[in-house]
Structures are given as C-alpha cells and as structure tokens.
C-alpha cells in the first residue's frame, strides 16, 4: 500500500504564501517521479509541477515564477512552495507519485483557498 501523505494547505489571502508537503516511503521517493496537482471546481485536474528521481522540474505556465517544487532525501518529503497566490490558485491540490502508467498513485488531497 502505497502512502502519500500530504498537509500544508489552509486559507490565505492574495499576494500571500503556503508551503504544501508530502510524505512518502524511502521505495517510492527514490525512484519515482513526484508532482503536484489541482483541481478546482467544475474543472479537470491539473499539473501544477512536477520533478524527477533527478530533480528535473517542470511548471505550469501559471505557476512559473511563483511556486517552487522540490524534494528533500533527507526527509522523504516533496515540497510546493506557493507564493504570490491569486484567488484563481484556490484549488483542491494533491500529491502524485508516477513510475509507470500501472504505477501511479495519489495523495488524498489538502485544500487551499486564496482570498481576501
């Protein structure tokens, strides 16, 4: 059974900042690749960010520039540090961990909401 455990979401207001956090066992840290998503309501989900075993990092074109995605061995933790949040952030936001399509699992989501 496969554990993601996520925490870090809450309210804030605009222009302000959170840090999402998501924990896992030291077998699926180390090989798999792990990413955050969202989804808000009536939307599909979406990739907020993701990054690789190796620490390669990709973004949202929405989130480029304010929320950073990174992962400490130390700790088996993946991180999603949000900042200048809008109101069109507010989004139920889960943790993904992917090593192949069979493969492929989530967090129970954490939910953020920006606004004033």
């Known amino acids: 059974q496969v554990q993601l455990v996520e925490s870090g979401g809450g309210l804030v207001q605009p222009g302000g900042s959170l840090r999402l956090s998501c924990a896992t066992s030291r077998s699926i840290f180390s090989i798999y690749a792990m990413g955050w998503y969202r989804q808000a309501p009536g939307k599909q989900r979406e990739m907020v960010a993701t990054i690789t075993s190796g620490g390669r990092t990709n973004y949202a074109d929405s989130v480029k520039g304010r929320f950073t995605i990174s992962r400490d061995n130390a700790k088996i933790t993946v991180y999603l540090q949000m900042n200048s949040l809008k109101p069109e952030d507010t989004a139920v936001y889960y943790c993904?961990?992917?090593?192949?399509?069979?493969?492929?699992?989530w967090g129970q989501g954490t939910q953020v909401t920006v606004s004033s």
């Open positions: 993904n961990a992917w090593y192949s399509s069979s493969s492929d699992y």
